[in-house]
């Protein structure tokens, strides 16, 4: 079954500090790609960054960086000098096939890890 | 600014109503999808669109219908035969293309009166 888990229910972090987001997913496909979005309070899933399988750099976009170890099928993000503004649920997804789609894609999707940032 | 719009934010039903959530993009997106959030259970796939006058079923599709009758809307119909619509509803799209993601409208939060 493909699935994604994310281990870490709830986590706090001190503003300008840096957290570590865990992910891990299990899938057979070779290639796919692997997202982390985003969703504050006001409930709109915001994309933070993405890694597609066949890349072994990791991510990286602004404070935002991910950790990703394909053998182990892990995919951390990691968040430097938090900020009030990230205070979200965030969530691990990656690209699945979908039935009589052809090249589309659906999301498997983990739980969501739910970040405070703390003053 | 290009985006996807869902409205109504807010939406009650009665019971052996149906009722129909909105949805457009202006991001000439090929594919459109629908999507149910629950508390503690993530986000799962009620239905997906690829193309005009064609649509899939996803992994929750019973008690809803959708339409694509135009590339920029897809419709979600939350029928009678749903016996638990309280949920968040989330539309997105995307751009066909390796690793293009999806891209998601402020969603509708339904309940029942």
């Known amino acids: 079954a493909q699935t994604v888990t994310q281990s870490q229910p709830e986590m706090s972090v001190q503003e300008a500090e840096t957290v570590t987001l865990s992910c891990t997913y299990d899938t057979s496909e070779s290639n796919y790609y692997l997202f982390w979005y985003k969703q504050p309070p006001s409930r709109q899933m915001i994309l933070v960054i993405r890694?597609?399988?066949?890349k072994q750099q990791n991510a990286t976009e602004n404070r935002f960086s991910v950790n990703f170890q394909k053998a182990a099928k892990s995919f951390s993000l990691k968040i430097s000098d938090s900020q009030l503004g990230d205070t979200a649920m965030y969530f691990c997804?990656?690209?699945?096939?979908?039935?009589?789609?052809?090249?589309?894609?659906?999301?498997?999707w983990g739980l969501g890890t739910s970040l405070a940032v703390n003053p | 600014d290009g985006g996807i719009t869902q409205s109504p934010k807010y939406l009650f039903r009665k019971e052996g109503q149906n009722v129909t959530l909105s949805c457009e993009q202006n991001?000439?997106?090929?594919?459109m999808y629908w999507y149910r959030q629950d508390p503690g259970q993530g986000l799962r796939l009620i239905y997906y669109s690829q193309i005009v006058n064609d649509f899939q079923k996803g992994d929750i599709a019973e008690g809803y219908s959708v339409s694509r009758e135009k590339k920029e809307s897809f419709p979600l119909t939350v029928t009678s035969a749903q016996k638990n619509p309280t949920a968040f509803y989330l539309c997105?799209?995307?751009?066909f293309g390796g690793g293009q993601p999806q891209h998601f409208g402020d969603g509708t939060r339904l309940s029942i009166l």
């Open positions: 997105a799209s995307r751009r």
């Open positions: 890694q597609e399988a066949y």
């Open positions: 997804a990656f690209t699945a096939p979908l039935i009589n789609a052809g090249n589309n894609r659906k999301l498997i």
């Open positions: 991001l000439n997106h090929d594919a």
